[in-house]
């Protein structure tokens, strides 16, 4: 089964910039609808970008023109670069995919998604 696998968290000042990578591991994300969630304690979780089959995108409003998801030439590595960070953006952050017969709108329903990633942590401080 597919697993997919996050890196790229970490920490760092209000204002700085972070990547997040995702890559599903002896498979690419090619014919996926593939996704970036947020999740804090307490709440639920947030899809922040989705990057449908013929690669079109949609963020959430309050990472517009911050944050950006995109794929590798081969497609095999899912990014979020995030710049602008704000503490409100510390959470964990997951990847998520769907399957390829998947053939609805990429919406960032988390019914949707099908493989999900451990997460990766982002902490923003201010």
């Known amino acids: 089964q597919m697993q997919l696998m996050e890196s790229g968290g970490g920490s760092v000042q209000a204002g700085g910039s972070l990547r997040l990578s995702c890559s599903p591991s002896g498979y690419t994300t090619r014919e996926r609808c593939m996704a970036w969630f947020r999740q804090v304690p307490g709440k639920e979780r947030e899809g922040v970008a989705t990057m449908g089959k013929d690669g079109t995108t949609i963020y959430i409003d309050t990472v517009k023109g911050r944050f950006t998801i995109s794929k590798d030439n081969a497609e095999r590595t899912l990014t979020l670069q995030m710049n602008s960070l704000k503490p409100e953006d510390t959470a964990m952050y997951y990847c998520?995919?769907?399957?390829?017969?998947?053939?609805?709108?990429?919406?960032?329903?988390?019914?949707?998604?099908?493989?999900w990633g451990k997460g990766t942590q982002v902490t923003v401080s201010s």
């Open positions: 998520a995919a769907t399957d390829v017969f998947f053939s609805r709108t990429c919406s960032s329903a988390p019914a949707n998604f099908g493989y």
